[in-house]
């Protein structure tokens, strides 16, 4: 089962900064956060991932709270493009299998 | 560099007939995983091959199989279709070596629709 809970949608307005909240209360110590989305009739494309820093990379940010409950992806300047499902993951290191949530469809309004 | 390959793209089959999937991962990847994506379910992981040995299984049952080949290339199997199999079967590969981050890297897919 998934270790995560997301909102099911969310809008955002084009050019602003997009939210995407993620709780996983039942993280353990050597647990990664990961993110990854799904554009429509592709497959999942790797965003971000990170342990307990916030981390930074071309693409999103994410921000993680100090008790690794929760975390934020953060798309500053979304664009049309960036209209897909975000799915939210936790896994033990790098070789865990990745479970799948139900994540979140955003939707860029123009 | 060429990204993964899955064929074919769409399949239809029938109830009770078996059907094989191919995915090419890419070059010097070694590990290649398989997920079903289905509207209910959404994405759920179905094993993961790495050297030709299965590394993790998901909760499906016995007529779903894969194996993996020297070259990494693998394939995926369904024996005895039912209508519930229809799905958007995903493969990803990753490098898995050793102190490497490893990002999965999906194919585009493959969909079966069972009749």
């Keep these: ?15 602003r900064a997009a939210n995407l909240p993620c709780n996983h209360s039942t993280i353990s110590g050597n647990e990664y956060v990961y993110w990854y989305r799904q554009i429509h009739s592709q497959g999942p494309q790797y965003i971000i991932h990170g342990l307990k820093n916030n981390e930074t990379n071309e693409m999103a940010s994410l921000i993680i709270t100090e008790d690794r ?16 499902v975000y ?10 299998k990745i479970i799948f949530g139900k994540g979140t469809r955003l939707h860029i309004l123009p | ?13 029938t109830r009770g007939q ?24 959404g994405l759920q992981f179905l094993f993961e091959y790495f050297s030709e040995t299965q590394r993790n299984k998901g909760n499906f049952p016995g007529r779903f199989s894969g194996r993996q080949f020297s070259n990494s290339r693998s394939e995926m199997n369904v024996s005895t279709l039912e ?33």
């Design chain 1, 69 to 84: 409950k929760s975390s934020t992806l953060i798309l500053p300047h979304a664009t049309l493009r960036d209209t897909a």
């Design chain 1, 87 to 96: 799915y939210c993951i936790v896994r033990v290191g790098r070789d865990d």
């Design chain 1, 1 to 15: 089962d998934a270790k995560t809970t997301q909102p099911t949608s969310m809008d955002c307005a084009e050019g």
């Design chain 2, 83 to 115: 209508l519930g199999d229809s799905a958007l079967y995903l493969c990803a590969s990753s490098l898995r070596a050793s102190g490497t981050y490893n990002e999965q890297f999906f194919g585009p897919g493959t969909r079966l629709t069972v009749l």
């Design chain 2, 1 to 13: 560099k060429a990204g993964v390959t899955q064929t074919p793209r769409y399949l239809i089959k």
């Design chain 2, 18 to 41: 078996q059907v094989t999937l191919s995915c090419s991962p890419i070059s010097g990847h070694r590990s290649v995983s398989w997920y079903q994506q289905t509207p209910g379910q």
